[in-house]
């Protein structure tokens, strides 16, 4: 805590996922052969076409400062592709493209919440979710879930979480960290109970979309009586891995989308132009031309849950999207490993860095303090080797 800084940054917390991928980057650094799996980021390349168009796009002279909202064209493939992909139908007066998912989100919470409105944050959720909403004035509030309940909540549990502060709810599907996807009907169930409280603003966070291993993708804009209170959010990083490209998009009610065009206008103004050139070429592809790597993390998912089966102490669903399992590791909570004690989440993800030399990322970072986080955005080798060497350092 620094005194002449402001009190704002003194009590954010440093994002777990960014500090565990640092640390490991330290400990290579000093020769230590450290396998990440900590990090939310595919391994593949950019699709060559991707790439093309980004070749292309310099070669035309794009170099300008871009529209704060994002280029015409851009806006006129997210609304193709959301009708496509989605069946949700946006005017271009509803999209705002901003430097990444990130900054979508907080664009919606700097312009929705005020100091004490309460945000639904159904647990496990993306660590940032918690801090965003904080630095907006907002107070976060957890939903819990259980491994037994795939980490879904349910409508019985939303509702109980509702009070009169209540502004706003955010929520990931396929989620990050626990890869859980909600069906239509699950979603159905949890408008049932929203559209009693039309006041509360619905904030769908929907990057994984496309590595989702059900029959298909819902959003909670598809029901009529939700679309005028739910702000969609996507982007290119996961599914394109365009993750260094930061471009995310949202889809929302007219009114908050003029906003968040008046915020980002006096933050960063308009996101990357060879990014956007790029991402119109990605989003007017089908998604069929990604497919290869939803296949691989299929692969990967069930590669890694028979590995993790043989690892005593590790309780684990099967997650229906994303790249991430979310093993319940309570089991070894009081125990001592290598003489090292075991109380935490966060104990025992710095014991798996230290002594085998895998980057995890505790679950407490992510609502659920007896979870950790493992990523299966890396190669079957590296996959392999890490199982083995956890499995190692726990027997």
């Known amino acids: 805590?620094?005194?002449?800084?402001?009190?704002?940054?003194?009590?954010?917390?440093?994002?777990?996922?960014?500090?565990?991928?640092?640390?490991?980057?330290?400990?290579?650094?000093?020769?230590?052969?450290?396998?990440?799996?900590?990090?939310?980021?595919?391994?593949?390349?950019?699709?060559?076409?991707?790439?093309?168009?980004?070749?292309?796009?310099?070669?035309d002279d794009y170099h300008a400062y871009t529209p704060v909202d994002g280029y015409a064209d851009l806006k006129q493939a997210i609304i193709t592709k959301f009708k496509r992909d989605n069946d949700l139908t946006y005017s271009p007066s509803?999209?705002?493209?901003?430097?990444?998912?990130?900054?979508?989100?907080?664009?919606?919470?700097?312009?929705?919440?005020?100091?004490?409105?309460?945000?639904?944050?159904?647990?496990?959720y993306w660590v940032s979710y918690s801090d965003i909403s904080k630095v907006a004035g907002g107070?976060?509030?957890?939903?819990?879930?259980?491994?037994?309940?795939?980490?879904?909540?349910?409508?019985?549990?939303?509702e109980a979480a509702i009070t009169p502060r209540t502004k706003m709810m955010i929520y990931s599907s396929p989620c990050n960290p626990s890869g859980s996807v909600y069906s239509r009907e699950e979603l159905r169930a949890l408008a049932d109970i929203l559209v009693k409280y039309p006041d509360i603003i619905v904030v769908s966070d929907e990057i994984y979309e496309h590595i989702n291993f059900t029959e298909g993708h819902a959003s909670m804009a598809q029901f009529e009586d939700m679309y005028g209170r739910t702000v969609t959010v996507n982007g290119v990083s996961k599914?394109?891995?365009?993750?260094?490209?930061?471009?995310?998009?949202?889809?929302?009610?007219?009114?908050?989308?003029?906003?968040?065009?008046?915020?980002?206008?006096?933050?960063?103004?308009?996101?990357?132009?060879?990014?956007?050139?790029?991402?119109?070429?990605?989003?007017?592809?089908?998604?069929?031309?990604?497919?290869?790597?939803?296949d691989a993390f299929k692969e990967r998912r069930g590669m890694v849950l028979?590995?993790?089966?043989?690892?005593?102490?590790f309780k684990t669903n099967e997650p229906e999207g994303a790249f991430y399992v979310f093993p319940d590791i309570s089991y070894y909570f009081g125990k001592a490993l290598r003489g090292?004690?075991?109380?935490?989440?966060?104990?025992?993800?710095?014991?798996?860095?230290?002594?085998?030399?895998?980057?995890?990322?505790?679950?407490?970072?992510?609502?659920?303090?007896?979870?950790?986080?493992?990523?299966?955005?890396?190669?079957?080798?590296e996959i392999k080797e890490a199982m083995r060497r956890i499995r190692e350092a726990v027997i």
């Open 1 to 59: 805590m620094n005194p002449k800084l402001s009190n704002r940054v003194n009590k954010m917390a440093t994002s777990a996922t960014l500090a565990m991928a640092a640390k490991a980057r330290e400990l290579r650094e000093e020769g230590k052969d450290i396998i990440g799996l900590s990090l939310g980021e595919p391994d593949f390349t950019i699709p060559e076409f991707v790439k093309e168009a980004a070749i292309q796009a310099i070669k």
């Open 306 to 313: 028979q590995l993790l089966s043989q690892i005593p102490g």
């Open 139 to 158: 107070v976060p509030v957890e939903i819990p879930t259980s491994i037994e309940t795939d980490f879904k909540i349910t409508s019985e549990a939303l």
């Open 239 to 294: 599914a394109y891995a365009m993750t260094g490209w930061r471009i995310g998009y949202i889809g929302a009610p007219e009114y908050i989308a003029r906003a968040c065009n008046k915020m980002q206008g006096q933050i960063t103004s308009g996101a990357n132009c060879i990014a956007q050139r790029a991402t119109i070429t990605a989003l007017e592809n089908p998604p069929s031309k990604i497919q290869y790597m939803v």
């Open 94 to 124: 509803q999209i705002v493209i901003s430097t990444g998912a990130k900054q979508s989100l907080a664009n919606l919470a700097m312009v929705l919440l005020n100091e004490g409105d309460e945000v639904l944050l159904p647990a496990p």
């Open 340 to 381: 090292k004690e075991i109380n935490s989440a966060s104990d025992f993800s710095l014991y798996l860095l230290e002594e085998a030399n895998v980057a995890t990322v505790t679950g407490e970072a992510f609502g659920d303090a007896n979870c950790i986080r493992i990523s299966y955005a890396a190669s079957e080798t």
